[in-house]
């Protein structure tokens, strides 16, 4: 390829792949708002921003985000939206971020940096703006501030009513509406001829500021700032909220948004979703051509119009000439005049003098049935008004006579109109209720001021009872003199009926949570606890009143990370959230709790409360833990016990061996010093199988009903004689219960104990010794695999050095010890514990580092009387001249077996398998006296070759051998009729007797 291809080439790849890491040629911008979509002033504020932008650009891609902070607004929130944003415009370049609200510009400031670290940012609706806000990022980020002029909006007011006192100021609860009663307050000073009264949601329900509102004096004024939430917290939709501050106000009500010109305010000069967006998306513009952020200051001046409904100022008869130039007047009617100035001017020109003569002629005429016409258009509209609204409307003479009425009321009385007119309204109440009726009205008549809200019983015509609200006016005639009241009733009794069940029901789930038994919180939408019930406090030390408003101080450190993400997910999925953690009472204990939570929702379906459960589980961790511990000595046990098998076979043939070098030596012998050596250490090393084996629930040999209190004591004395520094204390039940158990390894078991708390307190100390009677229910043993009833609980407590937290959970495992190498083979526990398990009892622990140790044993009880242990007899080798079967799978023991029972004078037949014995068994049977069957074999056990040999001969004499135990299979076989069982390694003497027994029967 020539020099020109190349270059060539180059050149279009690198044209390709700058065009595909470019992307989109379109400007990329971004809206970002802080409340959600559906919301009027984000919606107006979407609309004007995207039309304004699309006008002057013609290559644009707009993307708009709701961060939805009106039903959620935390900081978990905020750092799952974080991420949400770094995953979604990971690869789009941003060239203009638009921000709306106040949330949005915090979120902007923290997170800019590490989102969109030079893509410039405009904001708009920032409240109480300072240009410290901004610093460091000021060559980054401009905008415009929102400002409610209500300055204006009241001078303008004042202008429109010059007769007005008085401003009442409608402002919620809610964190704006508080910041929109602190700008009123502050321009009161200049407004010194003005009373200001507050209808805070704070402090009033939607229903008592709108009882206020209808009591205002006829000279006062209202100004809407925002009511979405009273004082019971209920959220109020302001497509019902404020029509009825409409209807229900006496006086023009005034706002600060142009979205309240929809439900009947007057206007102002008020603040725009729409003209907000259009002036943000001009500055936007500024940047997209080119401009820089730094040449473009802050605008602290919002772009705020002057807006009225023409219907509220036709209602509340001001003039619109009367408006600040420039106003923006809404629903005005356009005259025939506007749409045809010309036909009229045209018609005017030829007509002028016809037309001038006949308004002379027939002014008069005219005049006068206008007058008429518009009187009774206004009587129609003000009946009409009257016959639509649901509220019952009233007029009585100054005795109480009903002169005038609507159809409401006599829905409200349940009479006609004949039943009512004319009749006075004490007719419907008792005479409590008309007494103080007349007080009030009496109030009313002496002091010409109005009276909301009053409330009495009526009785109807059909004699049922009801509720109503009323309010009473003084009605004036023509001279000024009072001529009667005139007011609205309304019927309450639903209300009031539902408020009482509301309360009811408050008090039924108020008593079901003070009852029930598993500790309950209520959170609020911040995490604040608003109500504990009585468990909670018990379980966790925390009465209501040190929580109330707070968060609880009982979520450890280490758990934080695990609620917060469960938390999270109960508000984003709706759904009831349950989850095992740890949690902190008053005191600094933890507990293991499983914690059911789930959200309470508002009357949009935002979450409003969280109630929480938890319940205790620290009691089945602790036997779940028990449980595990018992399962893992279940399975070192098995080791252990196999373990303990195949040493022992090992043994047999060095003890066989042995013996059969015994046979015939006298202690001339010079070797004879060491074979009894090799002799001594079979039986040493036979007694570590034995404790493996008893620690495998394989050791017990001989079991007797037995005094467990005689037993202890001769073991407590034996140890006490040779160990005098320690200080034995013993307190034994009386009438003690009896135990079966094989005494010498219950002996065992006492002495090792004693030993392991005397090791313990290498200095002297204390040990005490106690037993007693006691009846174990089912949940506490459920861990140990034992039965619930009567057990002989036996207690050794030392006041040694004791043990910490992870040698506690190892003491009773085969050869671990925390004594220095040689000095302790680690099974003395382990015994201890394997035996006790195989007599159907358990045993515990308890300890801490220098507070002493304690042994628990627990021995099931048996209604056998108990009888003493009877001395062992020595033992000679004994002979015989039968014919014996040995059968066993190892070489070393059938060799060693063969030449034992030759030496003691029996034929010997061997078989090295249970197939085999039973081949040579059906062929020899009348010959074989005698089997010794090993119960350990592969491809058929022991127990299997013993049925198949019963079937053959039930008369068939079985001795059992095994390096096993007598407990579990080898007691199975027994009790289908084996004749005897000898445990390996056995000696001489001992395999001769147990032949004997056996044979002689």
Avoid at 11 to 26: E, I, M, N, Q, R
Avoid at 108 to 126: A, E, Q, S, W
Avoid at 569 to 595: A, C, H, M, P
Avoid at 813 to 818: A, C, K, L, R, S
Wanted: charged content about 25%; aromatic content about 8%.
């Amino acid at each position: 390829m020539n020099l020109g291809i190349r270059v060539i080439v180059i050149c279009f790849l690198v044209l390709l792949f700058s065009a595909v890491g470019y992307g989109s040629d379109k400007d990329q911008v971004l809206i970002l708002n802080s409340y959600h979509k559906g919301y009027p002033w984000t919606d107006d504020l979407v609309e004007g921003i995207a039309r304004t932008l699309e006008k002057g650009r013609e290559s644009l891609e707009i993307h708009v985000e709701y961060m939805d902070t009106k039903r959620i607004n935390t900081s978990e929130y905020h750092k799952l939206f974080f991420q949400l944003m770094k995953l979604k415009y990971a690869k789009i370049k941003l060239d203009v971020i638009i921000i709306s609200d106040d949330n949005a510009f915090h979120f902007i400031i923290k997170y800019h940096r590490r989102l969109f670290p030079d893509t410039p940012v405009v904001f708009m609706g920032v409240n109480h703006f300072e240009q410290s806000m901004i610093k460091g990022i000021e060559n980054q980020i401009t905008g415009l501030i929102q400002d409610a002029d209500i300055t204006a909006t009241l001078r303008t007011a004042l202008s429109l009513h010059p007769d007005t006192s008085q401003v009442a100021v409608i402002c919620d609860a809610t964190t704006t509406g508080q910041a929109y009663r602190k700008q009123v307050s502050m321009i009161e000073p200049d407004f010194k001829n003005l009373k200001f009264v507050y209808l805070d949601g704070r402090e009033l329900s939607t229903p008592e500021m709108l009882s206020s509102l209808r009591s205002l004096p006829d000279d006062s004024i209202a100004l809407l700032c925002i009511w979405l939430k009273d004082n019971t917290g209920v959220f109020v939709p302001w497509e019902d909220g404020y029509p009825k501050i409409a209807m229900n106000s006496k006086v023009p009500v005034y706002g600060v948004l142009d979205t309240m010109l929809k439900y009947g305010i007057v206007g102002g000069k008020v603040q725009s979703g729409k003209h907000h967006g259009i002036a943000t998306a001009k500055i936007a513009l500024r940047i997209l051509r080119g401009e820089k952020v730094r040449h473009i200051p802050v605008s602290m001046k919002s772009p705020n119009k002057y807006i009225f409904d023409y219907i509220q100022l036709l209602r509340w008869k001001m003039p619109v000439s009367a408006l600040p130039k420039g106003s923006i007047i809404l629903n005005e009617p356009k005259s025939f005049y506007s749409k045809n100035k010309r036909l009229v001017w045209g018609v005017i020109g030829i007509f002028s003098f016809m037309v001038t003569t006949i308004i002379v002629l027939l002014s008069n005429i005219f005049g006068r049935r206008k007058a008429e016409s518009n009187l009774r258009k206004s009587e129609e509209k003000y009946r009409s008004i009257l016959g639509s609204i649901e509220e019952g409307y009233y007029e009585v003479d100054v005795d109480g006579n009903f002169t005038f009425f609507n159809k409401s009321l006599c829905k409200i009385y349940g009479c006609s109109k004949d039943d009512l007119m004319g009749v006075n309204l004490q007719e419907f109440t008792d005479e409590k209720t008309a007494k103080e009726g007349y007080r009030i009205f009496n109030r009313v008549f002496s002091t010409g001021t109005s009276i909301g809200n009053f409330g009495w019983e009526i009785t109807r015509k059909n004699g049922s009872r009801r509720y109503v609200e009323t309010s009473i006016s003084p009605m004036r005639n023509a001279e000024g003199r009072l001529a009667g009241f005139r007011g609205i009733i309304r019927d309450t009794t639903d209300r009031l009926l539902s408020e009482k069940k509301l309360r009811e029901s408050e008090e039924r789930l108020q008593i079901i949570l003070q009852s029930i038994p598993t500790p309950v919180v209520v959170y609020d939408a911040e995490g604040h606890a608003e109500y504990v019930n009585p468990a909670f406090t018990e379980l966790f030390g925390w009465p209501l009143d040190e929580l109330k408003g707070r968060h609880i101080p009982f979520v450890p450190k280490d758990q934080k990370e695990l609620t917060g993400e469960k938390l999270n997910e109960v508000y984003d999925s709706g759904k009831n959230v349950q989850f095992e953690t740890k949690r902190l009472t008053r005191q600094g204990d933890v507990i293991d709790v499983i914690v059911s939570g789930s959200y309470i929702k508002g009357l949009e379906g935002e979450a409003v409360q969280m109630i929480a459960s938890l319940t205790d589980i620290s009691e089945r961790k602790r036997l779940e833990a028990q449980l595990q511990q018992a399962l893992k000595m279940e399975a070192i046990g098995t080791l252990a016990g196999g373990i303990a098998h195949d040493f022992n076979n090992l043994l047999m043939g060095i003890q066989g061996r042995t013996s059969l070098m015994m046979v015939g030596k006298d202690s001339s012998y010079p070797d004879l010093e060491h074979i009894k050596g090799i002799e001594d250490c079979v039986k040493s090393a036979a007694e570590l199988t034995r404790q493996l084996l008893g620690f495998a629930r394989g050791g017990k040999y001989e079991i007797k009903p037995t005094d467990i209190n005689k037993l202890i004591r001769k073991s407590s004395e034996l140890f006490g004689r040779t160990k005098k520094e320690i200080d034995i204390h013993e307190k034994y039940q009386d009438n003690i219960w009896t135990v079966e158990v094989d005494q010498g390894q219950i002996e065992q078991t006492m002495m090792n104990l004693f030993v392991n708390s005397w090791q313990a307190m290498p200095g002297g100390g204390d040990l005490y010794l106690k037993t007693e009677n006691i009846t174990i229910e089912g949940d506490y043993v459920r861990p140990f695999e034992v039965k619930p009833g009567k057990y002989v609980k036996i207690s050794i407590r030392d006041t040694g050095i004791g043990m910490d937290e992870k040698t506690k959970e190892r003491i009773f495992e085969p050869f671990f010890t925390t004594k220095d190498m040689g000095k302790g083979t680690g099974l003395g526990l382990a015994s201890v514990y394997g035996i006790i398990k195989n007599h159907g009892g358990f045993i515990n622990v308890y300890s801490e580092k220098g507070k002493g140790t304690t042994f628990n044993i627990y021995l099931p009880t048996s209604e056998v009387a108990a009888r003493h242990q009877e001395p062992e007899i020595s033992k000679n080798v004994r002979h015989g001249d039968e014919t014996v079967l040995l059968v066993d799978d190892e070489d070393m023991i059938l060799d060693v077996g063969e030449q034992l029972l030759e030496k003691m004078g029996y034929t010997v037949l061997i078989a090295r398998s249970g197939k085999g014995a039973i081949d040579i068994y059906e062929k020899k049977k009348d010959k074989i006296d005698l089997i010794i069957l090993d119960m350990i074999m592969p491809e058929m056990s022991g127990g299997d070759t013993f049925d198949r040999l019963k079937q053959i001969s039930p008369d068939t004499k079985v001795l059992l051998s095994s390096g096993y135990s007598i407990n579990g299979q080898a007691n199975e076989i027994l009790g289908r009729g084996c004749d005897g069982f000898i445990q390996k390694p056995f000696s001489m003497e001992e395999l001769s007797h147990k032949i004997r027994a056996v044979l002689n029967g």
